[in-house]
């Protein structure tokens, strides 16, 4: 579990009673037995009403033009999409010490998500509240995170976050090219995280932090996959996002 901030704010008491509930009563009645895990696919689903991860998606589907993320920071296809690729990863709300989730105040805790990993049975506020936190989205996040703290030229908070996205990663790996609609893919993640653990961190300065950013970028495909089992595929990306506002609800 990575260090988190005192201030900040954690899961929901329905959420933290289930998670209550599940550590105390046998795992048979709570959680699915070890054989069904792997399989149960509950963790990836995510609720899209508010509007923000269709906006996110969009918006890298836009920057990238169908590149891999590293081509897009290197050679980007106009000027126009790579100030949109620099002001989504500027844009996001990363915590220098990964104490909290990406673009939330909620304290960085995976035991909590352990403790869920497989339970289906779980139901009301506290299944609802895990599916808009969007474990597959946070995955996203997080790798912008990453990229956000290089284009600052400062690697250690990007290798943390880095790990943070291993780590959720690890929840969602089994269903998340499946069923989630983000458009990158598992392999490609678990492939990043190995060269960026594996490889020697570059040393970066202000003066060299968009040719740090270039070198160690996501390198996997940007692209949306038609074949997922989901309402949003068909719209996605926006054609216009205005009509899809940040925190209004939309029917899919």
Known sequence: MLVAHRDCRRFSPALLIAVAFCSVISLGL???DEASVGADRFMCHCIYTSNKWIQLITDL???TGGQSFAAAVSSPQDAGSHTKLLKLLTDRKCD????????TDLEFDTQRLDMLGGSAKLDGGAKIEL?????????????LCTHKFVLAADMGPALRW???????????????????????????LNAWVVRWTKQPL??????TALQALAATAFPGKIALRKEIDSPLTHCLPLKDPSCFPLGNDNLF
């Open 61 to 63: 589907v836009k920057a």
């Open 96 to 103: 220098p010490k990964a104490g909290a989730f990406a673009d």
């Open 30 to 32: 709570c959680l699915a």
């Open 202 to 207: 570059p040393q970066v300065t202000p003066q």
């Open 131 to 143: 599916m808009e936190f969007c474990v597959p989205g946070q995955v996203l996040l997080s790798m």
């Open 162 to 188: 880095v790990y943070a996205m291993q780590n959720l990663l690890s929840f969602v790996e089994h269903c998340m090219d499946s069923d989630a609609p983000f458009p990158l893919l598992v392999a490609d």
